[in-house]
């Protein structure tokens, strides 16, 4: 599966995301998407996830799997700092 049916979680309205993550299922035909996040976003990121699967796709998509990490790089006064990542794959029932 490529990064093309990955859905990346930032600044935009909450809904934006939701409404990525349905058409990936429904106007695309994706049989799994991946809901990804850094940071702060985290819990946006299981909010998408939880509405788009039990709102609008209910009984149609599942959480197959949950991936959490964390990631180490340069900011922008030369520190090195760790972000928490997560990835939430939903998959066609």
């Known amino acids: 599966m490529g990064e093309d049916n990955a859905v990346f979680i930032g600044n935009k309205p909450f809904m934006n995301y939701v409404t990525g993550v349905v058409m990936q299922f429904t106007t695309k035909g994706a049989e799994e998407v ?9 819990s946006r990121a ?3 996830s939880e509405v788009a ?3 609008f796709l209910e009984g ?3 959480v ?4 959490i990490d964390s990631e180490e790089f340069q ?6 700092v760790r ?3 997560i990835e939430i794959t939903l998959e066609k029932k």
Do not use: P
């Open 75 to 80: 900011n922008t006064e030369g520190k090195r």
């Open 46 to 48: 299981v909010d998408v």
């Open 83 to 85: 972000v928490s990542t």
């Open 60 to 62: 149609k998509v599942s």
């Open 34 to 42: 991946i809901v990804k996040a850094r940071g702060k976003f985290i």
């Open 53 to 55: 699967s039990k709102r």
């Open 64 to 67: 197959k799997d949950i991936k």
